[in-house]
């Protein structure tokens, strides 16, 4: 039986594990999604930092936000071994022609849904009034699972890195 990895709550870690986020450019199909999960969930059950164990775990939100967790408490990771998880993303470049690093873009909540914007898009919505400075967006910087939890992976438009480079020109 494969257990979902689609939601915060199924990362079975402390809320003080440290969280990497990624990003894909678009939405994964639901077969990229299952091999990206298959792969992923051997990686991260054999994954080590100088020969030892890692206690980690992972989950993919909405198709196209990767979460990766590693409880530092029992073993910290290296930086060899965080490449390994940098190296894996950018494999599924060649297989699935899917990128997690680019950086410039924002994954904005509408509803049940998540749109990918760059900033242009941004400031495009935000100039059109369909965008607005709450709107809730995905925080790609959070860097412990607890927070993740806590904020319940949203923080305002208004609040995230983005924000001084854009003109808000409508309230909210």
């Known amino acids: 039986m494969t257990v979902e990895r689609n939601t ?13 986020l990624f990003g894909a450019h678009r939405i994964l199909t639901a077969d990229e999604a299952s091999s990206i999960c298959q792969e992923l969930s051997g990686f991260v059950s054999g994954w080590q930092a100088h020969g030892k164990d890692l206690t980690a ?13 590693v409880d530092e408490s029992k073993e910290a990771p290296s930086g060899c071994s965080i490449d390994k998880v940098f190296h894996l993303l950018q494999s599924q470049k060649e297989k699935f022609d899917l990128d997690f ?12 849904d998540i749109c990918i914007l760059d900033k242009a898009e941004i400031q ?15 925080n790609m910087l959070a860097s412990n699972l607890g927070d993740l939890k806590k904020s319940g992976l949203a923080l305002p438009l208004a609040n995230s890195w983005i924000a001084p480079k854009l003109k808000f020109t409508h309230e909210g």
């Open 8 to 20: 915060l709550e199924s990362l079975a870690l402390p809320d003080s594990s440290r969280v990497w």
């Open 101 to 112: 690093f680019q950086r410039t873009l924002l994954w904005i909540l509408k509803g049940d």
């Open 124 to 138: 495009a919505g935000l100039d059109c009034g369909e965008i607005v400075g709450n709107t809730p967006t995905i």
């Open 57 to 69: 775990d992972f989950c993919l939100l909405s198709r196209c936000v990767l979460v990766v967790a």
